[in-house]
């Protein structure tokens, strides 16, 4: 399938740090996602990008859909603890379904 | 306000048993899907559905079976459980086919001895 090259694979940082994690791949999207999995749950859509070159904000999150469509952005800022888990970018095949990164792992601490 | 609900929540299987993981979602959703999760593979499409009576494959479909009778529910069967189906399995639907807005399930953690 289509593959999804997501680093860093963790991340151990202090709380009220920034984060920055990406998402490439060989492939052309035109919609990237970021979802958020915390422990024991499934997966939730943080963001959603449409668009080449699209910057999106939601609270401390940013995202940006990449000019080549193959890559995208995640930043958290100003970390909390709250912020723990597991980040997953996705993509589209087709219309049947999403392809995801294997994810990064953030650590925070105290 | 239960969004898709998924049980079992854990499952220990022996080599060659059968089972049936469910799935159930109260939001009129056209499509619903499955998936698994293994560390460091992220989640991989096993089977999805874009409405009552039509399944198709995804990326992972071998060892696993699946039906959509009405649009609530979305079972996923094992036929005869392999040491490497041991996983996490998510169900997650969708108001159609297309969106990328995808309702996960809070898993099932399954292992087969």
Not at chain 1, 99 to 107: A, M, P, S, V
Not at chain 2, 93 to 110: A, D, E, V
């Amino acid at each position: 399938g289509q593959q999804l090259n997501q680093s860093p694979q963790s991340m151990f940082i202090q709380e009220g740090e920034d984060v920055s994690m990406n998402c490439t791949s060989s492939s052309i999207f035109n919609t990237w996602l970021w979802y958020k999995q915390d422990p024991g749950e499934g997966p939730v859509l943080l963001i959603a990008l449409y668009k080449a070159g699209e910057l999106t904000s939601n609270g401390r999150l940013t995202a940006q859909f990449g000019i080549t469509r193959k890559d995208s952005f995640l930043n958290i800022s100003a970390s909390i603890p709250s912020d723990v888990g597991i980040y997953f970018c996705a993509a589209p095949i087709g219309s049947d379904g999403l392809t995801f990164g294997k994810g990064t792992h953030l650590i925070i601490q105290p | 306000n239960a969004g898709v609900t998924q049980t079992p929540k854990f499952q220990v299987l022996k080599t060659g048993q059968s089972m049936t993981l469910q799935c159930a979602q109260d939001m009129n959703h056209e499509y619903m899907s499955w998936y698994r999760q293994d560390p460091g593979m992220g989640l991989r499409l096993i089977h999805y559905s874009v409405g009552a009576g039509i399944t198709d494959q995804g990326e992972v479909p071998n060892g696993y079976n699946v039906s959509r009778s009405t649009t609530e529910d979305f079972p996923l069967r094992l036929l005869s459980a392999a040491p490497s189906q041991t996983s996490v399995y998510f169900c997650a639907s969708s108001p159609y086919r297309g969106t990328s807005k995808l309702f996960f399930g809070s898993g099932t953690q399954l292992s087969v001895l």
